[in-house]
């Protein structure tokens, strides 16, 4: 009898663990994937980190990331220890957000602009050439205004959904054949982080945002470009 009674408890207690177990990735999965739900970006805290930026001196040597939410949750200014890389990225940007951010700094002459965008895009269901246009317009806005100014355009992340990651493998194939005959230097980071068919879940936290791992192996591919 006391068997019995100790094999329920321990029936009990495992079943009760493994709940707990699934529980726990569910919830993580769907915070990471509500991010901007659960942490809104205050319009203020926006135009805080606007303000610092546009308020610092421009350098010839100043170099600049923009995109998404992925790139603002990279510590480029620790990552290349150096003090003229900067993050413009903002979470829940679009594409045609970047438009609109190169615009605000191009007067700067950056010496280098990194741009990563187009996951959102997807996410919100916009067709893949908007997101192209969008680019098209980026490079051309870039090389008028600031012809000196290196370009180089990251491509779209894999994901861990096959409906988002067929999208992004025909963006980032339209988007290198626009940049190669632009004379612009497309990074295809793709492959780099795939794991089979989908990203690697060592270098994920929810399946599209980037672990500790990620931001490790995404700063040792381009570490030859920024410095």
Known sequence: MFNNKFKKRLL???LSLNILFVLF???KRL???NWLFFHPQKPSDTEQRWSNFLKSKPNKNEIVF?????TEGFNVERGFDNPFVKNMGFAGSISENGI???NRLIYRKPKRLFIEFGINDFRYAIPSDTVIAHLVTMINLIKTKSPSTGIFVESILPTSLDTLNTKIVRY????KSICDSSNVTFINLYPEFLKGDKIDPDLT???IHLSQAGYFNWRRLIKGYVN
Do not use: P, Q, R
């Open 100 to 102: 609109e951010v190169i």
């Open 12 to 14: 009990i207690a495992s």
């Open 25 to 27: 990735f569910v919830g």
């Open 172 to 175: 980032n194939k339209d988007a």
């Open 66 to 70: 923009l995109g998404t939410s992925i």
């Open 205 to 207: 936290i929810d399946g």
């Open 31 to 33: 915070y990471y994937g």
